[in-house]
């Protein structure tokens, strides 16, 4: 088993920053892709940002330009530093990895997610 625990979350105004963390602790061989989602209230779980093993990235278009996303293999974390933030950013954000055993076999764990708050 692979537990994800996010930090960092809080109340920010608009146009400012927050820095969310995720580390993985568990039975961990390979960490593959991470990730950060978001649900905000009545809306569907949406892909903020992803980033591979190797470090390649991908964005959602709402937050390309002012979410950063990271990672530290050798720390087993993932890190999302958001800038410029705006009243729509409001959500709880989850972290996700996907884990890799020996024998090749994947699976997508979850975290149980940090809440941010962006005030106008």
């Known amino acids: 088993q692979v537990q994800l625990v996010e930090s960092g979350g809080g109340l920010v105004q608009a146009g400012g920053s927050l820095r969310l963390s995720c580390v993985a602790s568990?039975?961990?061989?390979?960490?593959?892709?991470m990730g950060w989602y978001r649900q905000a209230p009545g809306k569907q779980r949406e892909l903020v940002a992803a980033?591979?093993?190797?470090?390649?990235?991908s964005y959602s278009d709402s937050v390309k330009g002012r979410f950063t996303i990271s990672r530290d293999n050798a720390k087993k974390t993932a890190d999302l530093q958001m800038n410029s933030v705006k009243p729509e950013d409001t959500a709880v954000y989850y972290c996700t990895a996907n884990s890799v055993e020996p024998s090749g076999y994947g699976k997508d764990y979850w975290g149980k997610g940090t809440l941010v708050t962006v005030s106008s």
């Open positions: 568990g039975s961990i061989f390979r960490l593959d892709d």
């Open positions: 980033i591979t093993r190797a470090g390649s990235t």
